[in-house]
């Protein structure tokens, strides 16, 4: 045990997210394959519809901290790659039903999988792998992780039923903002770090230490996100620019300028919010808008805000190689510019 | 061959669908009353689009089953209305899917979910409900019923995915409508009749034979429903008359009709089938071809043949009061006509 551990704290610490990725691409490779072992249902549409998104990309984040969490308490085990799979089947689940919700075209710069197969297969293979998920999580037969999932997922939901509730309804305030990136995308985050914590065998307080890292970083993520809707370099953002704006989705820089601009702006926003076509010209002005009134800067320093917080958690957590690589995990998800 | 032992069991056998709902309906209110207790969401869209579905009506067939398989062992815990409740859960959210996957307009008669709140809603309301399902199973912590019932929601999603390939695709075989409505209806009628025997405490064997029954009641169920869709009067079916062939499935009578008609009627019922608009006329000359070839007693048959095997299952087990009731049930579910 004692040299075991040595072993483990004598390796470098991860300097940069390119080292964290090394450190870990054994672990996420063993997490592709588990999720292409669990596919091969004899249902052709349901692989090709599963293998499309998964080829097109995507950064295995929630597995990614799965792991780095259950090695911060030496995890040896396999049930990390396992629960990893998990993550990605319910992630990949989410995305399948918000685009058939949100009627997206494009996903990391392919076309959506709806706009391939339609709607209603990227409604029924969402389901199949929900499913999917709950049959790989229950075979551990860990109760804990059982009632983390679907109360998880069950969250996830109420994110999105929220944030229809919030489409072009500007009584939204920044604390229902707050509420429905929480929930929709921060809950799934904060889980994959409580499961890593789980199997690693931390103790209670400790798992509350990860849950709330979780969810901060989870929260500075898509904070950040949501400023690449208005400022993305077009080629690299995978999906059409001012496309929230599109969607009826009021995010963090939108709110802050409703709130500093003149009373004669914000009717314009909310008319070009309200018709169903977003021409060039009204986009590049609500950009003008967002980027005059500082918009943006305070959604990024808001996201940052975050990131310190998710960082705060976990210094009551022993120094090592993987506390310092989820360190990096939380600069790196607000410091994307595509 | 209905035998009534009531040597051992002092309670009076049933002997009518009416007496059956009687036995059981404190244990049917109970669930009832999980059902809005577990339903208390704060977002009130959630709950909103769940009462509709609710109060709509609904025959609880799934939570009756699993009370009464459950009653078979002198099942005298709460489990069975837990898993009652979640059994509607997972029905509830399989309705909000297929409408929208269907485009349904109708459902009990009343405008389905998504024509009231739209598919987005429906999609998502849905999800939650299977996040529900499978919070309220969890906290029972057995690992048997967890797995059983995430292997069933696959098995559904797969049924409903597996009806989709099939749309209007005439190579279609009856081994493969067989397989379609196993998989989307009569594994969770399976299911409700496998949980009951789980917490009732029944033997391996035992858990086989109701496992089997449900399997053939629901077989039995879908294949009666589906001659409905042709046969049924109009203001009792509480949806279109001719929906599945508007909506190019084909079930159990089209099947048959296909295998008997003449090449010249063949062309033109595809023809008909590829049409997206089906008027008046040519649904009655469908009716009247379903009626000539013996195809909707054809389908009633097989119907019957399937209930005869659900029957069939139960008679390693011992007389009751209770096998009665699931005797009745094996026959009441292909005697409804409306």
Request: aromatic share 8%.
């Amino acid at each position: 045990m004692v040299t075991k551990n040595k072993t483990i704290h004598t390796a470098p610490s991860p300097t940069s997210m390119e080292e964290v990725l090394l450190i870990y691409q054994e672990d996420i490779l063993s997490v592709e394959n588990q999720i292409k072992e669990a596919l091969s249902s004899q249902i052709g549409l349901i692989n090709d519809v599963f293998y499309y998104i998964l080829k097109s990309g995507g950064k295995r984040l929630r597995p990614l901290l799965l792991i780095m969490t259950s090695r911060l308490f030496n995890y040896r085990g396999t049930e990390h790659i396992i629960l990893g799979s998990v993550m990605e089947f319910i992630h990949t689940a989410t995305l399948l039903h918000d685009d058939v919700v949100d009627e997206a075209s494009l996903r990391r710069g392919k076309k959506a999988a709806r706009m391939v197969w339609g709607n209603q297969a990227s409604i029924l293979v969402g389901d199949y792998l929900f499913s999917r998920a709950f049959i790989e999580a229950v075979r551990l037969k860990r109760n804990e992780v059982n009632l983390l999932l679907s109360k998880t997922c069950q969250i996830l939901s109420e994110g999105e039923i929220l944030q229809l509730i919030y489409t072009r309804n500007f009584s939204m305030t920044e604390k229902d903002y707050l509420n429905i990136i929480e929930f929709k995308t921060a809950s799934l985050i904060s889980l994959a770090c409580q499961l890593g914590g789980v199997i690693g065998g931390a103790a209670e307080g400790e798992l509350e230490s990860l849950s709330r890292f979780g969810l901060n970083l989870g929260v500075a993520y898509q904070m950040a996100d949501d400023t690449l809707d208005y400022t993305a370099e077009k080629d690299l953002l995978g999906k059409t620019l001012g496309q929230d704006f599109r969607e009826g989705k009021i995010t963090l820089p939108i709110l802050h300028l409703m709130l500093k601009c003149t009373p004669k702006e914000k009717s314009k926003i909310e008319e070009m919010f309200n018709q169903s076509h977003l021409p060039e010209k009204d986009l590049e002005l609500i950009q003008d808008l967002l980027g005059d009134y500082g918009s943006i800067q305070y959604a990024l320093d808001q996201a940052e805000v975050f990131s310190q917080k998710a960082k705060q958690e976990l210094s009551s957590l022993p120094s090592s190689p993987h506390k310092d690589g989820l360190l990096i995990m939380a600069d790196y998800v607000i410091a994307r510019n595509f």
